[in-house]
């Protein structure tokens, strides 16, 4: 047996142990139908194993270290006390819901008096209380046989958060999921779970933020499964955080199932983690669907920043819009893989995919793959892709007006993050996101090159903090 296989096969052994103790405890554990759900997943999680990148969708991305890493599962929360959210906190939100290390936090949570109509718990709650609201819907979506890692999620689905917005219900503030790592003594994995139904004719925003609690000091992986099932004329605004500490890794999947005539967004900002995957997967499943989906990713040091999008046409009259900006600096590495498939019945179909990306340094590296599949005849699709730096005679127009260096680079990028920014048409989620921009590139504008790298070592350009 190769070294190879032999690593595999331990690989398997101890998930499917994992696995055998889960499921003796796992909320749910009685009902029938979720547990042929796990076991359908985990057995294919088993068949495929870790993606490589022998496979085509991630052959821009390298993850051996999330697949020989002896992560441990969390039975129990890490208990954490409410000032320790203070860093996190979003003022503006209909409620929010914590999770640490993917179990809900009840009394960290805030559940106000929500508008009637609008039903918010754990997935872990519904699961044991009223299992049967949501037989039909989890899972019902997702294709577990094209991702491995939506297997495993699957395998070990539990908790998360569980949406439900009643028929014409607009919620005007949006809601807050909160998920904290926190890996102490050991490598930590958590599969977090959510369900998002919005009825016919709602309108409603959610906020998924993923942090890192201060003082972890392990590595962490949060492999989170998003359902979000938007009805006929529904209007829904998806927002994804991610924030997490130099040691964490994050693969999150949204997987949306459009109705007839729905309006959905997609927004994503990703600035912290080691290695992230993003991948957004629509289905335009109704006539005259709209979607968007619109994100921003901001990397340094050795950070790899990875987004799939995978949108499908499925019904006519239906469009589509990507546009995703990328800055990269040190020795980041980012990855845009948009693939757009338009099935033969989607006649009349317009989408848009563009990727836009500025790379601050000679050593970060962008990969993008913009990619069409049409069977359809009446179709009217585009995409494209731009890389480049900060211009610098605009650098020298701003110094030369008396803007300092790290002042005139922040408003460069500030203008080329905004253009994400301007798509955000929720104003509390757009403010939120915006103060988290205007941080990170804050952090980003302070570094400069300094001088080439000394011959003969591969650690690329010094950077030096200016002022």
């Known amino acids: 047996m190769t070294s190879a296989a032999q690593t595999q096969t331990r690989q398997l052994e101890h998930y499917l142990g994992s696995f055998a103790e889960f499921s003796k405890r796992a909320v749910g554990h009685s009902l029938p139908w979720l547990r042929t759900l796990r076991e359908n ?83 872990a709650k519904q699961i044991a ?28 689905a539990e908790d998360g958060a569980y949406i439900h917005i009643a028929r014409g219900v607009v919620l005007s503030e949006p809601i807050q999921l909160l998920f904290i790592s926190a890996a102490i003594g050991g490598p930590l994995m958590t599969h977090p779970r959510n369900l998002i139904v919005a ?85 335009l499943a109704g006539e005259g669907g709209e979607c968007l989906i619109n994100g921003l990713f901001i990397g340094n040091g050795r950070q790899h920043l990875d987004n799939y999008m995978y949108v499908e046409h499925a019904k006519p009259h239906c469009g589509s819009r990507q546009f995703y900006n990328g800055i990269l600096d040190g020795h980041a590495h980012g990855v845009f893989h948009g693939r757009i498939i338009v099935h033969k019945d ?69 203008a080329f993050a905004s253009e994400c920014l301007d798509r955000m048409k929720e104003q509390p989620a757009r403010a939120f996101a915006q103060e988290l921009i205007n941080d990170c590139l804050f952090e980003v504008s302070k570094w400069r090159d300094d001088a080439a790298p000394a011959q003969g070592t591969d650690h690329g350009r010094r950077w030096k903090e200016v002022g």
């Not at 819901?97 to 039903?119: D, Y």
């Not at 819907?137 to 991702?147: N, S, V």
């Not at 992986?221 to 994804?240: G, I, M």
């Open 346 to 414: 989607a006649q009349k179909t317009d989408a848009k995919q563009t990727n836009r990306n500025l790379l601050l340094s000679d050593d970060a590296q962008i990969d993008t793959k913009p990619q069409l599949e049409i069977y359809a005849d009446d179709v009217k699709c585009t995409h494209g892709a731009t890389i480049g730096q900060i211009e610098e005679g605009a650098l020298f127009y701003l110094r030369s007006r008396g803007i300092d260096e790290i002042s005139a680079r922040k408003l460069l990028l500030l």
């Open 129 to 156: 209380e009223k299992p049967a609201e949501i037989e039909h819907q989890l899972g019902a979506y997702l294709d577990t046989e094209r991702d491995a890692f939506c297997a495993l999620n699957s395998a070990f």
């Open 199 to 283: 009825e016919e004719e709602s309108q409603a925003a959610i906020i998924e933020d993923y942090v890192s609690l201060n003082g972890s000091t392990a590595a962490a992986l949060s492999n989170t499964v998003t359902e979000l099932v938007a009805r006929d004329n529904a209007v829904v605004s998806h927002y994804l955080i991610e924030r997490e500490d130099a040691r964490a890794f994050n693969v999150s999947t949204l997987r949306i199932q459009q109705g007839r005539s729905t309006n959905v967004a997609s927004h994503s900002l990703l600035i912290g983690g080691a290695i992230v995957r993003n991948n957004v997967h629509p289905v």
């Open 41 to 123: 997943a985990l057995e294919r999680f088993c068949q495929v194993g870790f993606p490589t990148t022998r496979d085509e969708d991630w052959r821009f991305t390298n993850i051996s270290a999330i697949a020989e890493m002896p992560f441990r599962f969390s039975s129990e929360p890490v208990r954490i006390s409410t000032r320790d959210l203070d860093p996190w906190q979003m003022e503006a939100a209909a409620c929010r819901l914590v999770f640490v290390n993917g179990h809900f936090s009840a009394e960290l949570s805030t559940l106000p008096n929500l508008p009637a109509g609008v039903h918010v718990s754990s997935l």
